[in-house]
């Protein structure tokens, strides 16, 4: 039998799980990636062996497919999935198959229509521990099933950090339209088709320029005769992700982002006994689970987590297994339950605030690439404060300003195209290059983080900029000696090879700017900020520690050093103030006055918000020789390429061990950062949303 051909349409995120999850399963093969951003296209294919396309029709035109996956946002997904339905192949479009039941309706039409299949994305369904469940139900293990409660716990830190510029956060419907497949995908395979008798949406939080979202919806409907409450919570909150099912001789529990599943019984002891067996029983089953998900991950390397294993599962479906779960019948019932939900809520729960009304065309003196980040956000609306007008350059049109139509214009243009960056630089005096990319190898970190900010530099020089304002990271610093204080004196070490990958890359974009400056006069600044935090930034914060959900971290070292904290607000005014300063060619550390530890920043939180998360020290040899076992497996077992193993130094580092001092920035730039520990606290906490409460 001939292996089926797959095509991913879209490189993103998502790709990659659909991508490994492929390469695992018998009888098919990814053999083209097609995706806007050809850079992209050519890192998936290139690790899959696959051809890369920059557009869809060159990739029919091929006739390297059998079948596609549609990984794009959803808002495309209609068209594409007709495309390519047209020309004959199979497609599985990613949830949400479409963004109404009459979308996914034509989509469905289209596939009868041409003999083909369409399968949703529905990837939960495939979990090992789903089928357990399943089985369960229909051997009549639980009895008459009467109540389901079906949850989605889990924070979603753009609705509270950003970025504000996905699709997902654009209307608040899009929220349930990108989560709900996941909860009521379970709910019609299980039960069939449910009327939907109430909907709330809750916890609205408002994002930039004043307009609201929820972030959380509720949702009672009755489905084959069982009552069911579908929870979704997106603050931040302990995970669960759950469905349980309660019958008339038994509970289940199946947790699907663990792989899980535990039943509780009755059982006919005495009095005294029963209680003890009930709970040896579920001490049993839970034992069991957790042995078993780690023989999996001992076996795999880690290669099969929970998610990837629903991935595996719903592939192994869908090529060589049964296919009803993923009928196309099953994708318009529920997105038919999605809408008749939407039509629940209330009328002004789904309205978009209308954006402030135009009246004058911005005239940029200021560009911001990387605007809609969490610096360039605060950096953005610093400068419009200052009485300048700002083009920011995103990946879209757009942006987390809708109330400056008059001072902010939002544009997309690629960091690989040097004309359409020149073009976009005419008339800017000022361009503050805050991009960055987060890369595996140090060949793509050369291509997209130091090759992009070379290129900025190149365009900016060409356009005639007078000032290019370029954020690198302390990290790049060797900050494992308590007793070396830092300055922007201390060298970056000699050998970066075997520093983590963001500190190389942005130590390499340093040094070649720095190279630009001297040969060619580049007008280049270099801002490194601290740990940045304040309102819009994230809880869970990697720059004080490994992070297992909202509740706990593992904070790197003793955590009783001082951390060098730093308020957003104040590295959006360093930044300004380097505009117009005789600084060119130098480099400055914002790193706010020393305050806080990682333990202190915990207990501050404790007594500013009365939460208590559960912080554990982290031995930094421990990691450092974790790290060294991951390194030999990843390189001489899975022989993953350019794979990095960073020095003990480098794991020391990430402590912040090494205390800094900030006199330049005050005394050359004038800057004064938050000095009142009170003041700092209300703003780093109290105000930064950090709960989503």
């Known amino acids: 039998m001939s292996e089926t051909r797959i ?155 950003g970025p504000y510029n996905l699709w997902l956060m654009r209307e608040p419907r899009n929220l349930l339209l990108e989560l709900g497949p996941h909860l009521m995908a379970f709910v019609v395979d299980l039960f069939g088709a449910p009327e939907i008798l109430y909907a709330e949406a809750t916890n609205p939080v408002a994002l930039p320029g004043g307009d609201t979202r929820p972030q959380g919806f509720r949702i009672l409907a009755r489905a084959g005769g069982v009552n069911v409450t579908l929870t979704l919570s997106m603050v931040e909150t302990v995970d669960d992700r759950s469905v349980t099912l309660r019958g008339s001789s038994g509970r289940a529990r199946l947790d699907y982002a663990q792989d899980t599943l535990v039943v509780a019984r009755e059982n006919a002891s005495d009095l005294i006994v029963n209680p003890l067996r009930h709970q040896l029983d579920l001490s049993r089953q839970h034992l069991r689970e957790g042995l078993r998900n780690a023989w999996v991950q001992a076996r795999s390397l880690n290669t099969r987590n929970p998610y990837g294993q629903s991935f595996r599962g719903m592939n192994a479906a869908l090529y060589g297994g049964d296919t009803s779960r993923f ?46 980040g969490f610096i360039g956000r605060a950096l953005t609306r610093a400068l419009v404060a200052q009485g300048r007008d700002v083009r920011v350059l995103s990946r879209g049109r757009h942006g987390p300003f809708p109330d400056l139509p008059d001072q902010v214009e939002t544009v997309g243009v690629s960091l690989h195209d040097p004309e359409a960056l020149k073009t976009s630089m005419e008339g800017i005096e000022v361009v503050f290059n805050l991009a960055r990319a987060l890369e595996d190898t140090w060949d793509a970190a050369l291509k997209n983080d130091v090759g992009v900010a070379v290129g900025i530099a190149e365009a900016a020089q060409a356009a005639g900029v007078k000032r290019l304002v370029y954020t690198g990271t302390i990290a790049s610093y060797d900050m494992s000696d308590p007793f070396r204080k830092i300055t922007e004196d201390t060298p970056f070490p000699a050998d970066m090879t075997d520093r983590n990958m963001y500190a190389r890359s942005k130590a390499e974009c340093e040094r070649r700017l720095l190279e630009m400056h001297r040969d060619r006069g580049l007008p280049v600044v270099i801002a490194r900020p601290g740990i940045v935090v304040g309102p819009g930034g994230p809880l869970q914060h990697w720059g004080i520690g490994r992070w297992h959900g909202a509740g706990a971290v593992r904070i790197w070292g003793h955590g009783r050093n001082i951390l060098p904290f730093v308020l957003n607000d104040d590295v959006a005014d360093g930044l300004i103030r380097m505009i117009d300063a005789d600084v060119e060619g130098q480099s400055f550390n914002l790193v ?98 950090l709960m989503g409460l």
């Open 7 to 161: 095509g991913l349409i879209g490189a993103g995120y998502i790709a990659t799980w659909h991508a490994d999850a492929l390469a695992a399963t018998p009888g098919v093969r990814v053999t083209a990636v097609c995706d806007l951003s050809t850079s992209a296209a050519e890192a998936l294919a290139g690790a899959h062996g696959a051809q890369a396309f920059g557009n869809l029709d060159d990739m029919l035109v091929a006739g390297v497919v059998d079948a596609v996956h549609i990984l794009t946002p959803p808002d495309s997904h209609e068209a594409l999935a007709i495309r390519c339905l047209e020309a004959g192949l199979d497609v599985l479009v990613e949830k949400p198959v479409s963004i109404s039941a009459e979308a996914t309706r034509r989509i469905a039409d289209a596939a009868k229509a041409a003999g083909k299949r369409f399968a949703p994305g529905h990837n939960f369904l495939g979990l090992p521990s789903y089928d357990r469940l399943k089985a369960l139900v229909e051997g009549g293990q639980l009895g008459r099933v009467s109540v389901a409660e079906i949850t989605w716990a889990l924070p979603l830190a753009p609705l509270r950090s």
């Open 327 to 372: 009928a196309a019948d099953n994708a318009v019932t529920v997105m038919q339950a999605l809408d008749d939900a939407l039509a629940r809520l209330p009328h002004d729960v789904l309205k978009v605030k209308a954006p402030a009304v135009q009246t004058r065309t911005p005239k940029p003196t200021a560009m911001v690439i990387g605007g809609t």
């Open 592 to 689: 706010g006055e020393p305050m806080l530890s990682a333990q202190g920043y915990f207990d501050a939180i404790h007594a500013a918000l009365g939460a208590r998360i559960r912080v554990s020290t982290g031995n930094l040899h421990a990691f450092y020789a974790a790290d060294a076992l991951k390194y030999m497996l990843k390189k001489h077992v899975l022989r993953k390429p350019g794979v990095v193993r960073p020095s003990l130094a480098d794991w020391k580092s990430r402590a912040h061990f090494s205390p800094f001092v900030n006199a330049k920035p005050k005394a050359q730039l004038g800057w004064q950062p938050e000095a009142d520990k009170d003041a700092f606290i209300e703003k780093a906490i109290r105000s930064a949303n």
